[in-house]
């Protein structure tokens, strides 16, 4: 062996000594909002059941109580002005209104949009799988201008819609039990000016694909789309790549066995001018925080200004609201409203929110105050950021200089790594084989505060052992990942 081989051989030994050595520990990271006040309802807690929320461009908090959690509860709207310390009734739905269950809420601008499942009409065969749904709008949040978009008819859109979202080019997105649809009322697929002049609802386009759960689990089947988020910059009319994410719970069969079809699922491939090419993908997290049981509604948001999906843990294993950046369809945890009482043991916060079944999670306009409706405490939270970061963007500091393990890992073709830094660092993030060669080079610069994370592409490459190592000037760390094909 030459001196050449030999220097080689030391090289690679000293390589994965190197990486063995230096472990990457992921600490639980500071919360960048503050729990400050609690929000009630104006009537007794035994009429309300909160189940989703949204709040409008005037910043007022808009709350719906539903019977899909209590059936004693009302179906109702309630409403609270900024500083507001209690939620107002707004409507109280009747059965005249046809309403069985409300299922969703969204604003656009100062325009309120509900949507419930319908009361079967008289005759109908199978009342308990009554198949239809209908939409409430109330022009600038005015209950005396309210119009319900349905047909003249007994039945309305389809089946079941819940959860709703708006984007701001004007598209409403809705679940429609295993399906995204995208809503319109005059017929068309985009309408700039719907409700201003229409009498009745126009056409839902529903999505081919199933969410990736699939089909319902009967006979309960309660494992139903639930909640829907989008991004609030985001041109959805004819953006394949916007992505719409939707929220369902997990099934019970017949014999009480859950069914795990529920979680976060990310829609892309289509637009809300031509949905029908929308497919999904189950979101997964490092954790398996984001899978799902069989409570309800398990809701989400997107923060207006990190573009971090918030989703809130509603059973009581969990009692907790997690902020994440999805990046394809991996979840990274990058934040977590501060809760007092969360099922996630390294996250409990003694000046955090009391949380005992968060249901639904929404942000004002610029991202700095979130609301969490709470089903089993029959309150409303707030939260508002600590501290704006370069950009205007709330930031999340970590204290340690950290690379966590890759996720997934042993991963085809991709990978996320991710680097916390609490300080700008000028750092070097390299990928090599198992020969100690470079094969990628992921960042070389001054990089800011904050979490970063990189995508690996190992596509071109042969399967085997690779490692990533950083090299600062705070020091080095490094993790061994696996590529197979």
């Known amino acids: 062996m030459n001196k050449f081989q030999t220097w080689g051989v030391l090289k690679l030994w000293w390589l994965v000594l190197l990486l063995f050595s230096c472990s990457s520990i992921s600490l639980a990271q500071a919360s960048t909002f503050s729990y ?51 939620l107002h009734l707004v409507i109280a739905f009747a059965d005249s209104d046809s309403v069985r269950n409300i299922t ?7 325009d309120i949009f509900v ?27 005015d209950p005396s201008k309210l119009v319900k978009f349905k047909r003249p008819v007994y039945y309305d859109y389809g089946t079941w819609y819940s959860g709703l979202a708006v984007t701001k080019d004007g598209y409403l997105y809705s679940g429609q039990s295993y399906l995204v649809t995208v809503i319109s ?16 609802a126009g056409n839902g386009i529903t999505s081919r694909p199933l969410e990736p759960g699939g089909g319902l689990t ?31 719970n997990s099934g019970i069969d017949q014999n009480g066995v859950v069914h795990q079809t529920g979680g976060i699922a990310a829609w892309t491939g289509a637009s809300a001018s031509d949905p029908l090419a929308y497919h999904a993908v189950r979101v997964v997290d490092q954790l398996s925080f984001l899978q799902w049981g069989t409570s309800a509604p398990y809701g989400i948001a997107v923060q207006p200004k990190t573009g971090y999906l918030f989703a809130c843990g509603t059973d009581t294993t969990r009692r907790w609201v997690k902020g994440f ?7 990274i945890q990058m934040d977590e409203l501060p809760s007092s009482t969360s099922g996630d043991l390294t996250m409990v916060d003694p000046a955090g929110a009391p949380f005992s079944a968060p249901a639904d999670v929404a942000f004002n306009g610029d991202g700095s105050i979130a609301y969490v409706a709470d089903a089993g405490s029959k309150r409303v939270y ?23 393990q890759n996720y997934p890992n042993p991963f085809n073709p991709g990978t996320i790594i991710t680097l916390r830094l609490g300080k700008a660092t000028k750092a070097r993030i390299l990928v090599y084989n198992s020969l100690g060669q470079v094969v990628k080079v992921l960042a070389d610069g001054v990089l800011s505060p904050g979490t970063h ?26 993790i061994k990942m696996a590529l197979l094909k």
């Open 453 to 478: 994370n990189f995508y690996f592409d190992g596509s071109s490459l042969a399967p085997g052992i690779y490692f990533c190592r950083v090299l600062s000037d705070v020091g080095v760390r490094a």
């Open 325 to 331: 950046q999805v990046i394809g369809n991996f979840a």
């Open 104 to 110: 969703g809420i969204a604003s656009m601008g100062d």
């Open 115 to 141: 949507v419930s499942r319908m009361i079967p009409s008289a005759g109908y065969p199978q009342p308990y799988y009554y198949p239809f749904s209908q939409m409430f709008y109330l022009p600038r949040g």
């Open 218 to 248: 009967y006979p309960n089947v309660i494992d139903l789309i639930r909640d829907v988020a989008v991004y609030s910059d985001s041109n959805y009319g004819n953006d394949t790549t916007a992505v719409v994410f939707t929220s369902r």
């Open 36 to 86: 400050t006040r609690v929000i009630g309802f104006s009537l007794p807690d035994s009429l309300i059941s909160p189940y989703l929320c949204t709040v409008d461009s005037r910043e007022n908090l808009w709350v719906v109580s539903s019977t899909t959690n209590d059936a004693k509860a009302l179906n109702a709207l309630f409403k609270a002005s900024p500083g507001d310390s209690v």
């Open 382 to 404: 707030v939260f508002k950021s600590k501290s704006t970061g370069v950009g205007g963007r709330i930031e999340d500091i970590p204290l340690v200089f950290e690379l966590l």
């Open 185 to 200: 009322f005059d017929g068309r697929t985009s309408s700039p000016n719907f409700g201003n002049s229409i009498n009745y």
